[in-house]
Structure formats: C-alpha cells, structure tokens
C-alpha cells in the first residue's frame, strides 16, 4: 500500500522560508514522478512543481518559479519542496503526489494528507 506523508508546514512572516517534506513508501520510489499540489480555501487544487523519476527534470508553476525548488532523494524515498520568499497569497494545504509523468494535470496515482502553510503578512 503506497503511503505519502507531507510534514514541514507551519506559520511564517511573508518574506520567511519553509521546506516541506513528502515521505513516501509502498513501492519503488525512484520509479515515480512525483509532484506537489495546493489549495486555497474556496479555490481548487493547483499544481504547484513536479520532477521526474531520477531528478533530471522539474517542471514549476508560474507563480512560484525562481521563489521554489523541488528536489528528490531516491534513498531516502522523499521529495522536497523549499519554498523562499514566500507570500500570503501561498497559504493553502500543500500535497504531495505520486505518479507516472510528472504532469501539471493532478492524474497522480497516490496522494498524501497534505500540510498547512500560512504566510501572514
């Protein structure tokens, strides 16, 4: 059974940093993309970054690119995401993802429980 376990959110001054954390299990982990979603209140889910199996290619949302780097550790079987310079308007529930392609459509396979970030401004 493939599990995903988000951690790392919290509160942070808008300007402040945060590194979430996406533990995965159940299958091989490097054989997967992986991708991190969120979602505002009142908002649908959004894609936020992907990367491929081995890490040679990342993919970001236009809002967040050059603010988020998404990484990976095949050994450790988790995924990254720092997230600097970060915003009010990033406060959502951030969720990890695991899948076949690292799309920006949400067709993962498994998905964590996801995680709080609040920016505050």
């Known amino acids: 059974q493939v599990q995903l376990v988000e951690s790392g959110g919290g509160l942070v001054q808008a300007g402040g940093s945060l590194r979430l954390s996406c533990a995965a299990s159940g299958r091989t982990f490097s054989n997967y993309a992986m991708g991190w979603f969120r979602q505002a209140p009142g908002k649908e889910r959004e894609f936020v970054a992907a990367?491929?199996?081995?890490?040679?290619?990342?993919y970001y949302a236009d809002s967040v690119k050059g603010r988020f780097t998404i990484s990976r550790d095949n050994v450790k079987n988790t995924v990254y995401l720092q997230m600097n310079r970060l915003k009010p308007e990033d406060t959502a529930v951030y969720y990890c993802?695991?899948?076949?392609?690292?799309?920006?459509?949400?067709?993962?396979?498994?998905w964590g429980q996801g995680t709080q970030v609040t920016v505050s401004s």
């Open positions: 990367i491929s199996w081995i890490g040679v290619s990342v």
């Open positions: 993802a695991q899948g076949a392609r690292p799309v920006v459509s949400p067709e993962y396979d498994y």
